[in-house]
Structure formats: structure tokens, C-alpha cells
């Protein structure tokens, strides 16, 4: 065995197992979303999950591998790879195509997750089948292109993301907050005369233990886009994670003290993951010290987002705009700022960069954001016309568990079920 071989082996090794974590954070997305909602609605957050994971998976194989990465026309869009047949030699990897596919598809199946939360407990089924199909199979592949294929027009610019921040998170939280306008909020949410109505987590230890395992997945997604087990910058990008995700989540737990005289569990949870997203576009071009600082800032600002949106009657039940949205803005322009040199291709304004990968930064930031909303309009648009995106009123408040799947997430009874009685009852 030579040592490209040997090369080639360890960088599919280390490929295949951070996909696999980035996977593992669809249960932290599971477990986050169900302890957030209420325990009517559980078992719907769950089956949104596999839906996320099935579909999206067998749609990316389909046509949003090839819309992503195929071969290049006019810096817009890939028309190669469909089925991962075709040409694909444009892709030089020390990996295999079939490597690079897995690990790729393990991000557009976060990307959806992101909406997930911020439809939940009213989005009809269906609805959401159907819009998981589109964003995994042609809004979030076409943005990605214009962002990683190495022809696609931001990435000629010299727009940098390493692991995602704009191309992941702002694109699913922004179509998260599309969403979340369209379908409105969930009944009995807010009052009048301006009344906001808390509801009240089902079970926040459970959603502790999702953003645990989110916060281990995240040094796969991270890390992995070396795609490299030899990368020398290894170690940094995790250290960079590590610390941007505890300075979000120290910062909400100070400044919820100071703002609510309580620090807030659920602020917490998610200022642990406003750190991470904020870093992802970053981690590995900027310093110690800069991703404290933007994790920090991400932290807070998640928290004033989430405030804004409920003054706006906006009801994102799992903070995903405010999480995935706007810390993914704050980390894709901390790039602009604090790139250092001879990390990348340009620095940032605050190592003598000047303004224009700033500026750059911010271009991608704006086009991926108004396509991830406009896109997710349109199609939710689209499919009222055949399918209702929302669930029925008596639906929504018997729960999605039983209204839509017929099964409670939590058994109140101690022995079988009288499966013809139910069914009797039912007719």
C-alpha cells in the first residue's frame, strides 16, 4: 500500500464518520423539537424527522446532488450527476463521488430540519412532504451551488463559507421564517390588544439532550468539511466551535439573568446553538479569540430576535430564524471582519483586508436570504392550490399525535387498546 492509498483510505474513514455524526444531530433535532413543543405534538415532530431523512435523502441522490455539484452552466446551476451517474469528473477529490454524496447529504437533511421546528404543531403532513421534496431537490442545491461548486458565482466572487453558515443556516432559517409567516400562528398564541401567550415547553430535559447531541454532531459538520483526516487545521476548527458555542451559551445564561432576572432554559438551550451556527461559516479562518466574540454576539442577538419576532405576532416555536437565521447572517459576515491571512483567500477588514470580502460576504448573505424566503413563499403558495399547508382547526387542537397520525407520543392507558371500540366510536 503506498501512501496515497493510505491517504485515500484515512480521508474516507474520517468522511464517512463525521457524516454519520452530523446524521446522529437529526435525533438532537428530534428530541430538541419535541421538548420545545408541546406533548400533543411529539410524535408529529418525530415523523417530520424521518420524512426529513427519507425523502431527503432519496431526493438529493435524485437531482440535488447534480444541481449542486454537476458540471457547471454559467456559474447558476449543475446539470450533471443526476442518480450520481453521468460526468462528475470535474470533481476532484481524495475522496469518492459516492464519499463526497453521503457526507453532502447529511447537510441537506439539516437544512430542512431547520424549517421543521418553525412549522410545527400546525403544517399539515403532506404539506410538508411535499415542501421537503422541493427544498432538498432544488432551492437549498442551487443556492449551495452558487456558494461550494467551485464554478458557481459567489464562489467566483470569493464568498467564503466553510461549513455553512450562509449556505445552511441562513437559507433554512430565512425559508423557516417564510414559513412561518405563511401559516400562521398556532391557535390561542397571541391576543389581542398585542397579548402574547406563552406555551410552555413539554419537556425541557429531553430538549437539553437534543442540543447535547447537536452540540457533538456540530464537530463533524464542522471538522468534516475538511474532508481531510490529515488536515492540519483540524484542531483548530474544533477548539474554534468549542469555544464559540460556550461563549452563546454563557452570554444567554448572563444576559437572561440581567434581562429577566432568571436565566431561561429554553434562551440557553438555544444560545448554545446560535454559537455554533455563528462560527460555522468561520471556524477555520478565524482566531481564539474571534469566535468568542461571535459566539457571544450570536448569543444575544438570537435572544432580542426572538423577542422581535413574538412582538411581530411572528410564532416560530422553536426559535429557528432567530437560531439558524440570524446567527447565520452574524457568522457569515464575521468572516468579512476577522479572516486572518494566509487562512484564506482574502482577510478580513480587521487584518488589513479592506472592504471587500466584507462586501462580498454580504452579497451572498442578501441573495441566499431572499431566496430561501421567496422560494419557500412560492412553493407553499403552490401547494395551497392542491393540498391545504395547514392543518384543520380541530386538528390542531386535539393535537397533531392523534389528529393526523392517530397515535399519542405518551400512553395514558395501562393495557391493551380496544382497537373496535376506538374504531366504532370513531364512525
Known amino acids: 500500500m503506498d501512501i496515497s492509498t493510505l491517504s485515500r483510505g484515512l480521508d474516507t474513514i474520517w468522511v464517512v464518520l463525521t457524516a454519520a455524526m452530523i446524521l446522529l444531530m437529526e435525533g438532537g433535532f428530534a428530541l430538541l423539537e ?47 450527476g443526476f442518480f450520481m451517474g453521468g460526468d462528475l469528473s470535474h470533481l ?51 443556492s449551495g451551488h452558487w456558494i461550494w ?3 458557481g458565482w459567489l464562489a467566483q466572487l470569493g464568498m467564503i463559507d466553510f461549513a455553512g453558515s450562509a449556505a445552511i443556516h441562513a437559507l433554512g432559517g430565512f425559508a423557516a421564517l417564510a414559513a ?20 410552555s415547553p413539554s ?13 457533538f454532531g456540530w464537530f463533524g459538520f464542522n471538522s468534516g468539511s475538511t474532508l481531510s483526516a490529515t488536515n492540519d487545521s483540524i484542531g483548530h476548527i474544533a477548539v474554534t466551535t468549542m469555544l464559540a458555542s460556550a461563549a ?36 477555520a479562518f478565524v482566531s481564539d479569540a474571534a469566535a468568542i466574540l461571535i459566539g457571544a454576539v450570536s448569543g444575544i442577538t438570537m435572544v432580542l430576535a426572538s423577542e422581535w ?18 446567527s447565520g447572517s452574524i457568522g457569515t459576515l464575521a468572516v468579512g471582519l476577522f479572516a486572518m491571512p494566509d487562512t484564506s483567500s482574502h482577510s478580513g477588514l480587521f487584518y488589513g483586508g479592506g472592504w471587500y470580502l466584507l462586501g462580498i460576504q454580504a452579497l451572498g448573505l442578501i441573495v ?33 399525535d392523534v389528529g393526523i397520525h392517530g397515535v399519542p407520543a405518551y400512553s395514558q392507558d395501562h393495557d391493551f387498546l380496544d382497537v373496535d371500540r376506538l374504531r366504532s366510536e370513531s364512525e
Open 309 to 326: 419576532l413574538e412582538k411581530r405576532k411572528v410564532d416560530d416555536p422553536v426559535g429557528a430564524f432567530a437560531v439558524h437565521g440570524i
Open 180 to 199: 412561518a409567516i405563511f401559516i400562521g400562528p398556532r391557535i390561542g398564541r397571541f391576543g389581542p390588544a398585542g397579548k402574547i401567550n406563552v406555551v
Open 368 to 400: 441566499v436570504a431572499i431566496w430561501g424566503f421567496s422560494l419557500t413563499w412560492l412553493v407553499l403558495k403552490l401547494i395551497q392550490q392542491f393540498k391545504p399547508v395547514r392543518v384543520s382547526r380541530d386538528e390542531e387542537l386535539i393535537g397533531l
Open 34 to 80: 419535541a421538548g420545545f413543543v408541546r406533548q400533543k405534538n411529539a410524535v408529529s415532530i418525530i415523523m417530520k424527522v424521518f420524512v426529513d431523512i427519507a425523502f431527503g435523502a432519496l431526493v438529493f441522490y435524485a437531482i440535488g446532488f447534480a444541481l449542486m455539484y454537476g458540471k457547471d452552466t454559467g456559474g447558476w446551476i449543475g446539470l450533471s
Open 92 to 142: 476532484v477529490l481524495n475522496i469518492s463521488h459516492d464519499t463526497y454524496w453521503l457526507f453532502q447529504c447529511a447537510f441537506v437533511i439539516a437544512v430542512i430540519s431547520i424549517v421543521s421546528g418553525a412549522v410545527a404543531e400546525r403544517i399539515h403532513f403532506r404539506a410538508y412532504i411535499i415542501y421537503t421534496i422541493f427544498m432538498t431537490g432544488l432551492i437549498y442545491p442551487i
Open 149 to 151: 461548486s467551485p464554478n
Open 203 to 215: 419537556n425541557l430535559p429531553l430538549a437539553s439532550v437534543g442540543a447535547f447531541i447537536l452540540w
Open 248 to 283: 452563546g451559551c454563557a452570554a444567554c445564561i448572563l444576559f437572561t439573568m440581567l434581562r429577566y432576572q432568571k436565566a431561561d432554559p429554553p434562551m440557553v438551550i438555544n444560545g448554545a446553538l446560535a454559537g455554533l451556527v455563528g462560527i460555522t461559516a468561520g471556524c
